[in-house]
């Protein structure tokens, strides 16, 4: 983990400095972040947020060990320039919480030319962009994500609990995502059991359970490409520690 | 090698019961009885012939799947944790169920806070699942007749499916494997494995046998028994009611396992981020070493 080269978390003073970045998004991400409630508690003491657009009033960007992004890159919007520029050199590592910074999300919907910014017409999630791509270390899905898997991907990254962690380094590589990906990953590859975890977990209710089959049904119009569903789907990847062949 | 031993087969469990009912199946008395002194304020299962979930929140309503059909359990999930605000939740289906439950519990992912939210988790000993049409089609292949299933049934370490003109029959493991579902055929946790209580199904309707997982499968038996002592009559399960249902398992998981490696050989797709689980098998299944974690959230 190489936000911690020069830290050491038996210095008493240490404190991960966490930041959160937005850029074009519905600020939901950061929002699901801020309501972890009580146990954001626990710890408080571990975690000092420096930056944030909601929660901080700075306006520079300041060094941080982990930057959290929302939202998709705006080619069209100077200040979204200026900022992943700032964000290659500040942040150690960075994180994209949610479906517009980690697969493109509800952007990919987006076509400008709309009021108030017309000019705001092409968004790219910050898993494709070259100059921060090295620093991306993790993609969260979901839109937005669950506040309980905010709270319990933030432990583990200080506890740097590989084995929760690994999936969301695994999905920093996969730039689409979509309700599709649960019948081209899943379902036409056998792998499918009906377990209907995939439709609990769609934010818009795109995937619905269909009785008949048995399987998933799928709503192209209504998915907002966060990838939570092939996320729950405990056919995508190892669902945890239970049964392991290692 | 991967070793075909009970604790592979089975997993990890702290006791076995033979479970007697009064005139009802167990399983559904337990979650009746379980709703009736509220130990759980929620049952998450599918209708009696498992074709579709169901959120049961009264004790004069459950009913639970005896068929090996059960599909879209977890579909309800976001219902019974965030709309219904339900805290103690007990959840029952095949082993497939809790990976989809477990994997939400412990990465968060889904449905918000389901990680306290489920009180029981109970699996059924599950040979594969299949759709109606695969049930009619199975049925023709073993009888020769149309008819549909009614109840499924494990009786000296075979399968058996009562069919709806009342005729039983024996479902030998081979055919079986044709017709189930295509990823129950890549499965190796039939046993349920991570639940708390895995429940069999056995030939007197109001007989199961109880495999306890969990401290907390063990307690609430206890609570079930101390608020209704007459109401189910437990009793330790012998050495040959267990190795009878290994005989089966053992049979069904060689089945498996030749489906797995022929896939890896074949070099047919897996989904992406899945970490290799399949090939990961292939490679330990030759090799010496094994290490079977399990863990009960």
């Known amino acids: ?246 | 090698m991967v070793a075909l031993n009970s604790r592979f087969l089975l997993g990890k469990y702290r006791e076995a019961f033979l479970v007697d009912g009064k005139g009802e199946n167990p399983v559904k008395a337990i979650f009746t009885l379980m709703l009736k002194f509220g130990l759980i304020d929620g049952l998450l299962t599918a209708s009696e012939d498992g074709n579709s979930p169901r959120l049961i929140l009264k004790a004069e309503d459950v009913e639970i799947p005896v068929r090996n059909t059960c599909f879209g359990v977890n579909s309800l999930l976001k219902k019974a944790v965030q709309k219904y605000r339900l805290s103690r939740l007990a959840v029952f289906g095949p082993a497939c169920t809790f990976d989809g439950l477990n994997k939400t519990q412990y990465f968060g992912i889904g449905c918000n806070w389901t990680k306290t939210a489920v009180a029981l988790k109970v699996s059924f000993l599950c040979p594969g699942v299949l759709t109606d049409t695969a049930f009619l089609s199975e049925v023709v292949d073993i009888t020769g007749k149309r008819a549909g299933v009614s109840r499924f049934y494990f009786q000296k370490g075979e399968l058996r499916y009562q069919l709806k003109n009342g005729e039983e029959v024996a479902v030998p493991p081979a055919l079986h494997h044709r017709y189930v579902n295509s990823a129950c055929r890549y499965c190796l946790n039939m046993a349920g494995k991570g639940t708390d209580l895995t429940a069999v199904y056995l030939k007197e309707v109001n007989r199961a046998l109880f495999i306890v997982r969990s401290e907390r499968g063990l307690s609430t038996l206890a609570q079930i028994q101390r608020n209704s002592p007459s109401s189910l009559q437990f009793r330790k399960a012998g050495k040959e009611d267990v190795d009878e249902l290994l005989s089966f398992l053992k049979e069904k998981v060689l089945l498996n396992i030749s489906d797995i490696i022929e896939r890896v050989e074949l070099g047919l797709p897996v989904p992406k981020w899945n970490d290799n689980k399949l090939r990961k098998f292939y490679r330990i299944w030759n090799s010496v070493d094994v290490n079977s974690e399990e863990e009960v959230f």
């Open chain 1, 1 to 246: 983990m190489f936000y911690r080269d020069k830290l050491s978390f038996e210095d008493e003073e240490f404190k991960l400095k966490v930041g959160f970045l937005h850029f074009s998004s519905c600020s939901g991400c950061q929002v699901a972040f801020f309501d972890m409630f009580e146990e954001a508690v626990e710890i408080l003491d571990t975690v000092e947020l420096v930056y944030s657009n909601m929660l901080t009033k700075r306006r520079d960007l300041p060094r941080m060990d982990v930057a959290f992004v929302e939202g998709a890159l705006c080619i069209e919007d100077p200040h979204h320039l200026h900022l992943v520029k700032e964000l290659q050199k500040k942040a150690k590592l960075i994180v994209a919480v949610g479906g517009c910074a980690s697969f493109g999300g509800v952007r990919r919907l987006s076509c400008g030319n709309q009021l108030p910014q017309p000019q705001h017409q092409s968004f790219v999630p910050i898993t494709e962009v070259d100059l921060v791509k090295p620093k991306v270390k993790y993609a969260i899905p979901g839109c937005p994500p669950n506040p309980s898997l905010l709270y319990s991907f933030l432990l583990a990254l200080l506890e740097v609990n590989e084995d929760f962690l690994l999936p969301f380094e695994l999905m920093t590589f996969s730039t689409r995502a979509s309700g599709m990906d649960i019948f081209a990953e899943v379902v036409n590859k056998g792998f499918c059991v009906g377990c209907g975890t995939c439709s609990t977990a769609c934010p818009t209710r795109a995937i619905t359970y269909n009785y008949e089959c048995s399987r998933p049904a799928f709503n192209p119009g209504l998915c907002v490409y966060c990838g939570s569903c092939l996320a729950a789907c405990p056919q995508s990847f190892k669902p945890y520690p239970q049964p392991t062949y290692t």
